[in-house]
C-alpha cells in the first residue's frame, strides 16, 4: 500500500501557506514521520525545494500517478516530540499570523548537520624494558621530539593528542613513528561540543527560608495532584527565586522529567549556569544565539538522547525537543526581550503557556515586578499567585534617594551626576565598596523634555509620549497625530528643551573626570559583541577588579554581586516616555530591578554593615511609577496601571492588533494599507459568519485607527504603514487576522509585505 505525506513547502509567501502532496518512496518509508525536513521536486520545472512533513496518510489526494515522489530525507526528527511541536505551531500561526513555515521553523528548529568532535588520546602499549630501549635509542641519536614524547608517557601513561602538541610541542610525525614502533597507539573517541564552562559551580544554599520553601512544597503538591494551572511567583529582589526554581525543577526531575528554565537575556547565563551546576552537574547545559552551530546541534542531541535534565537559556530554549517536558520555567517574565521581533511575533509567556498545556508540563513564572498582563491573571484566578515578600539575607531593602534633576539644574549642576550621587560615589570608593551605574537608554532621544520643569510633549487623543521624528514634527505612533517641534518650552518659555542624549562612553569619561582613582568597567552592546565578553565582565566585578561598572539595562537584571552597595540610575526618565502604552511600566520594572542590585550581601561581624543605597535622577519625580519604584510598592503601581489600561482599552483591558505594511511603492504601499483597513471597518457589518467562534463574545467590537505612517516612515527606500485595531476579545483579533490573509490571498494581493503584531 502507497503512503503518501503532505508536506508544507518552505516558501514564506502567503499564496503557497498550504500542504502539497508527495509519495513516499519505498526506500525512505521507515524514516519519513510527521516533523521530517525533507527535499521534492516541486512545479513545472522540477525544482529541488525543502519542506517539512505534517501529516502521512494512505488515501491519494490526485491522482496516483500523477503524483511526485519525495526525493530525500534531511531530518528525520523521529527522536522530537513532533506532534507537540506540530500542534504548536499551527497554535502559533493562528495566534500570531504569518505562515505556517514560520511558525514551524520556530518550533523544529534546523539542525545543521555538523562534523562530529573527534577526541584522540595517545596512550602507551609497550613494555618497562621496550620503553627503556627505546629511550637510549632515541638519545642516542639525538631523536629529541620521541624521547621527549615517550618520557612524558611513561609519567602519565596516556595524553591528550592536542595537548600534546601544543604543551610538549610534538607534530603528528613524532606521534606516528611511536605508534609504528608499537610503542603507542592512539585512541578515538567522538565528544560533543559542550558551550558549559567547566569550574564555574555556584553555592548551594542548604537551608530553604519559609517563605521558600513554602512555594516549592506548595508547587510540587499541586503537580503531584494533576493540577497544572501555571504558577506565578511575586518575590522581591534578594528573596532567593532561582532556588526556589532550582528546588522545583529538582524535584520535578526526580520524578523522570526534563525541565526548560527560560531567561530573557544572555548576559544572565553565567550567573544562572553556576548555579544549576551546583545541583545538577553536567545534566545541564544551555542553548542561545551566540552558540556556533555545532555547539547548538550538540545541545540538542544531548536533549532529545535524554542526556540532559535541565536546558537554560532565552526564548529558543523553549523549543528543546526534550522526550519527557515537566516543567517550564521563565524567570523575570515581565522582560520585553521574551517578544519576537521576527514573523512570528510571538510572546514567550504565552507560547510557553500553550506549550506545557499540550505537553501536560507545569508552568513557573517569576518576577519582582511582574507583567501587569500575568498578574491581571492571578488576580481573575487564571493563574496562581504566590508571594515571597522577604530578602532572604535577611537584610533590608535599599535605601532609595529621588533626585529631581529639575532642581539640580536650578542649582547650576549640568552634570550627568548629581550632587547626592557624587558624594555617595565618593564614600564607596573610600571603603572598597562597588557601585553600579545603570544609564536607562530605552527610548533613546525619542522623547523631548523640557529639563528646566520637567514638561513632555503627549498626544491629546491616545495620553502617550510624542516623538520627535527628523522631519522636526513630534508624532504619535498610534493615531498618527502630529504637532511641529518647539524651540521654547510651551509651558515655562525655556530653552532647555530637546532629546535627552547621554551614552555610556560619555557616562565613563564624567566618572574619570569626577573620580580620577576609579577602576571601571563599561557593558553595553559595544563591549559585549565578541563570544564570552558577558562572562568576562562579570567575572572580572565579581573578583572586585573594578570599583564601578556602567551599563544598560544588561547590567540590572538578576545579578548578585555582594559588595554592591550603591547603584546610580541616570536619566530614569528615558523609558517614561516612549510613546508606549508600557512607558509606566516599563519604568517601574527597571528602577525597581536596578534598585535591587544594592545591598543584597548578608550581615557580617565587620564594622560597617553592606546597606544598599539607590540613587534616581529624574525629572518626573512625581509620576506614580517613579515614586511606587522608589518604595518598592509593585501593588500601589499595579492598582494605578491597571486603571490607566482601562481607560484606554489598552492589554490587558483590551487588547490591539498591529499591521505593519511595507513597500517600495509608496502609494502602492498606502493602498494595501487602506484596502486592509475597509476590510476590517466591513469585518463586523457582514454578519456572523467567521465571528462566532470559541471564545468570542456576541457582543464583541473592533475600533480601526489608521493607517498612517510607521514611527520609521521609511527605511532603505521601502515605505512603511501601520493599522492598529482595537478589541476586548484577542480571538476576534485573530479571527479578523485570519480573514485579512484569506482576503490578500483570494485578491492576490502579495505585493506589499504584510506584518502582523499583536498587543505590540
Not at 217 to 243: C, F, N, Q, W
Not at 684 to 702: E, F, L, N, R
Request: glycine fraction near 8%; aromatic fraction near 8%; charged fraction near 30%.
Amino acid at each position: 500500500m502507497a503512503i503518501y505525506a503532505d508536506i508544507i513547502i518552505d516558501i514564506s509567501t502567503e499564496k503557497l501557506d498550504r500542504t502539497f502532496q508527495y509519495r513516499v518512496p519505498e526506500s525512505l518509508r521507515d524514516r519519513v514521520c510527521p516533523g521530517s525536513l525533507v527535499s521534492v521536486p516541486f512545479g513545472k520545472g522540477n525544482r529541488v525545494i525543502t519542506g517539512y512533513v505534517v501529516s502521512l496518510t494512505g488515501e491519494p489526494e490526485f491522482d496516483p500517478d500523477k503524483t511526485k515522489d519525495i526525493i530525500d530525507i534531511k531530518e528525520d526528527n523521529k527522536d522530537r516530540p513532533v506532534g507537540t511541536l506540530l500542534q504548536l505551531a499551527a497554535w502559533m500561526k493562528h495566534h500570531y499570523g504569518g505562515t505556517l513555515i514560520q511558525s514551524l521553523k520556530v518550533v523544529l528548529p534546523k539542525k545543521t548537520p555538523v562534523k562530529p568532535v573527534e577526541k584522540q588520546t595517545v596512550r602507551l602499549v609497550a613494555s618497562e624494558e621496550t620503553v627503556k630501549a627505546c629511550m637510549d635509542e632515541f638519545e642516542r641519536k639525538h631523536q629529541v621530539a620521541r624521547l621527549r614524547l615517550l618520557k612524558a608517557l611513561t609519567e602519565t601513561g596516556a595524553m591528550d593528542r592536542t595537548f600534546i602538541g601544543q604543551k610538549l610541542n610534538v607534530g603528528s610525525p613524532v606521534i606516528n613513528a611511536l605508534r609504528d614502533r608499537g610503542l603507542a597507539e592512539i585512541e578515538r573517541t567522538t565528544t560533543y561540543r559542550n558551550p558549559v564552562v567547566t569550574g564555574i559551580y555556584g553555592k548551594k544554599i542548604s537551608e530553604l527560608s519559609m517563605d521558600q520553601k513554602h512555594v516549592v512544597d506548595a508547587v510540587l503538591s499541586r503537580y503531584d495532584a494533576g493540577d497544572m494551572k501555571p504558577s506565578l511567583i511575586h518575590g522581591v529582589t534578594g528573596s532567593g527565586k532561582t532556588e526556589v526554581y532550582i528546588d522545583i525543577i529538582d524535584g520535578i526531575v526526580g520524578r523522570g522529567h526534563q525541565a526548560i528554565m527560560l531567561i530573557p537575556e544572555i548576559a544572565l547565563t553565567y550567573q544562572t549556569v553556576a548555579r544549576f551546576t551546583a545541583r545538577f552537574g553536567d545534566r545541564v547545559s544551555f542553548i542561545h544565539s551566540r552558540l556556533s552551530a555545532g555547539e547548538r546541534y550538540d545541545q540538542f542531541l544531548r536533549a532529545e538522547r535524554g542526556e540532559l535534565d535541565v536546558m537554560i537559556g532565552p526564548r529558543s530554549a523553549l523549543f528543546t525537543p526534550f522526550p519527557s517536558l515537566g516543567v517550564i520555567v521563565m524567570d523575570e517574565e515581565h522582560e520585553s526581550s521574551y517578544k519576537s521581533e521576527q514573523m512570528p511575533k510571538y510572546h514567550t509567556r504565552e507560547t510557553a503557556e500553550e506549550m506545557a498545556k499540550i505537553s501536560g508540563a507545569a508552568f513557573i513564572m517569576g518576577s519582582a515586578t511582574p507583567s501587569v498582563e500575568a498578574y491581571r491573571r492571578t488576580v481573575t484566578g487564571i493563574y496562581e499567585l504566590y508571594e515571597m515578600p522577604e530578602r532572604i539575607t535577611g537584610g533590608e531593602l535599599p535605601v532609595v534617594y529621588t533626585v529631581d534633576l529639575r532642581k539640580e539644574l536650578a542649582e547650576g549642576n549640568k552634570s550627568i551626576f548629581s550632587d547626592k550621587l557624587k558624594e555617595l560615589m565618593e564614600d564607596r570608593l573610600s571603603h572598597g565598596e562597588q557601585t553600579m551605574l545603570f544609564l536607562n537608554r530605552r527610548g533613546y532621544t525619542s522623547f523631548v523634555t523640557c529639563r528646566k520643569c520637567g514638561f513632555v510633549y503627549k498626544c491629546p487623543h491616545c495620553d502617550v509620549s510624542l516623538s520627535l521624528h527628523r522631519d522636526k514634527k513630534l508624532h504619535c505612533h498610534y493615531c498618527g497625530y502630529e504637532t511641529p517641534m518647539q524651540p521654547l518650552c510651551p509651558e515655562c518659555g525655556s530653552r532647555y528643551i530637546g532629546g535627552m542624549r547621554a551614552g555610556t562612553e560619555q557616562v565613563e569619561s564624567e566618572v574619570r573626570r569626577v573620580l580620577p582613582g576609579a577602576r571601571t568597567l563599561r557593558m553595553d552592546a559595544d563591549t559585549t559583541r565578541k563570544k564570552g565578553d558577558y562572562e568576562r565582565i562579570l567575572s572580572a566585578f565579581a573578583d572586585e577588579e573594578a570599583d564601578i561598572l556602567i551599563g544598560t539595562q544588561m547590567i540590572v537584571k538578576g545579578h548578585d554581586f555582594p559588595r554592591v552597595t550603591l547603584m546610580g540610575i541616570l536619566a530614569a526618565d528615558m523609558s517614561l516616555h516612549t510613546g508606549d502604552y508600557r512607558a509606566a511600566e516599563r519604568t517601574f520594572e527597571l528602577l525597581t530591578q536596578a534598585a535591587g542590585r544594592a545591598g543584597r550581601a548578608a550581615a557580617s561581624g565587620g564594622e560597617r554593615r553592606l546597606m544598599g543605597e539607590v540613587v534616581i535622577q529624574t525629572y518626573s519625580p512625581d509620576n506614580y511609577a517613579v515614586i511606587t519604584a522608589a518604595h518598592q510598592d509593585y501593588k500601589g503601581f499595579y492598582e494605578e496601571e491597571i486603571a490607566y489600561r482601562s481607560m484606554g482599552d489598552y492589554p490587558p483591558e483590551g487588547h490591539m492588533l498591529q499591521i505593519l505594511i511595507e513597500d517600495k511603492d509608496e502609494s502602492r504601499a498606502l493602498s494595501s494599507a487602506e484596502s486592509m483597513a475597509e476590510y476590517a471597518r466591513g469585518f463586523m457589518q457582514d454578519g456572523p459568519t467567521g465571528i462566532i467562534v470559541s471564545g468570542v463574545p456576541h457582543d464583541a467590537h473592533i475600533q480601526v485607527i489608521g493607517p498612517t505612517d510607521a514611527s520609521v516612515a521609511k527605511i532603505n527606500d521601502v515605505y512603511r504603514k501601520v493599522i492598529y485595531i482595537k478589541s476586548k476579545s484577542y480571538e476576534l483579533l485573530a479571527v479578523l487576522k485570519d480573514g485579512i490573509e484569506r482576503d490578500r490571498a483570494e485578491r492576490k494581493a502579495q505585493e506589499s509585505h504584510v506584518e502582523f503584531d499583536f498587543n505590540p
